[in-house]
């Protein structure tokens, strides 16, 4: 089975703090991705890597940046964290479908 | 600009009752169109759709795809309160695997 996992379930941070999401797999999927999800806009796709060290941006990659220094594990990064920025972030990993971790909740106060 | 339409936004259904869901597409490259059960967690594999008329079965969930008209459906027949769920559609149309989502149904089964 795979399996996709990631550092926090529940976060709670300040705005203008650094936060980290971490987020591992364990199939050697060469493919991964970062989303958020708020309710009524579905998920959105902030940043994906098909490499490690390769990146793109997705659809609304501002105010994030990400990193792949290794194949199992893609972080994002909110660099100065805002209260828009609350929200469910969902990793995923891709072999033939993406496969999900278990989502973290943040919320910026 | 890749677009994933679904409709109804969300339903209410009575256990026993058939829910269909819709799911509509522009895309620039079709390769294929995914659907996902979101309960309060994230969001589980259903169905990967390649060809047209084809459909695909798993227990009381069902979906076809038709890609001359763009769109998708899932079928759940029998529904219980365990049906109780998001229903994700997205679609794979770019040429670096990024998926399109909907914004997803809302299906609340009542007992």
């Known amino acids: 089975d795979v399996k996709v996992t990631q550092s926090s379930r529940y976060l709670v941070k300040r705005t203008g703090e650094k936060v980290f999401l971490e987020c591992v797999q364990d199939?050697?999927?060469?493919?991964m991705f970062w989303y958020r999800q708020d309710p009524g806009l579905g998920l959105r796709l902030i940043y994906f890597?098909?490499?490690?060290?390769?990146?793109e941006k997705g659809d609304i990659p501002e105010g994030y940046s990400v990193s792949r220094e290794k194949k199992e594990r893609f972080s994002l990064i909110l660099e100065s964290a805002s209260t828009n920025q609350t929200s469910m972030y969902l990793c995923?990993?891709?072999?033939?479908?993406?496969?999900f971790g278990p989502g973290t909740r943040l919320t910026v106060t | 600009e890749d677009k994933v339409v679904q409709s109804p936004l969300s339903l209410v259904v009575h256990e026993g009752d058939t829910v269909t869901l819709n799911c509509s597409y522009e895309?620039?490259?079709?390769?294929?169109l995914l659907w996902y059960k979101q309960e309060k967690k994230a969001p589980t594999f259903l169905f990967m759709l390649?060809?047209?008329?084809i459909e695909k079965k798993s227990g009381r969930l069902s979906s076809i795809l038709d890609k001359k008209e763009l769109f998708s459906i899932l079928n759940i027949t029998a529904t219980q309160t365990g049906d109780s769920a998001v229903y994700l559609c997205?679609?794979?149309?770019?040429?670096?695997?990024?998926?399109?989502f909907g914004a997803g149904t809302t299906v609340t089964v009542r007992a």
């Open positions: 199939m050697d999927h060469e493919n």
């Open positions: 997205a679609v794979d149309g770019s040429n670096d695997y990024k998926l399109s």
């Open positions: 995923a990993s891709q072999g033939v479908e993406q496969y």
């Open positions: 390649t060809s047209s008329g």
């Open positions: 890597s098909y490499d490690v060290k390769m990146k």
């Open positions: 895309v620039t490259n079709f390769r294929s």
